[in-house]
């Protein structure tokens, strides 16, 4: 496979659970042997982290598990409907925010990264307003996704 498959992972504000999906996405990509295939990268829809690092505690989460987090918050932009071609997001109101703003013709598949959850979890809360656990529990729904994610794909 020559073209790279460009995956972008999307939530609120970009610095939770969508850094943690590219991190967690990347570590397993790579754990495969795959990362010569894909360009990963996430964003929110929001703008009001934009140049924040992530979440303290979703990067203390994936470091317990050998996983560093190492991305800038980015808001969404018309460019990326061209340049990705799979754009992964945490919850319903994400997903009517990309149908909302994604130019007509665009060749992006929009969809719950959770759709991928073998165990049925189609929404990845927003864990910023909780505890430490919310973290945790999106750190096993992304892991989950990114396996079944990239087992659709026929990679392997």
């Known amino acids: 496979m020559s073209e790279k498959i460009n995956v972008l ?29 894909f360009r990963i990268d996430s964003a929110g829809t929001a703008g009001f982290h934009v140049g924040a690092s992530s979440d303290y505690r979703s990067a203390q989460t994936c470091k317990q598990y050998g996983i560093i987090i190492d991305h800038y918050a980015r808001q969404v932009v018309t460019q990326d409907f061209g340049e990705f071609d799979y754009i992964l997001c945490m919850d319903k109101s994400n ?36 505890g430490i ?17 990239i087992k659709s794909l026929n990679l392997e």
């Open 9 to 37: 992972f999307v939530c609120l504000g970009n610095i939770c659970r969508s850094p943690m999906a590219e991190a967690v996405f990347a570590h397993t990509v790579k754990k495969k042997g795959l990362e010569s295939q």
């Open 95 to 130: 997903l009517a925010d990309l149908k909302d703003i994604q130019p007509k013709g665009s060749k992006a598949i929009i969809k719950l990264f959770g759709e991928y959850d073998p165990q049925g979890e189609h929404i990845i809360r927003d864990p910023y307003y909780g």
């Open 133 to 149: 656990d919310g973290f945790e529990k999106n750190f096993q729904q992304v892991t989950r996704c990114s396996e079944a994610f």
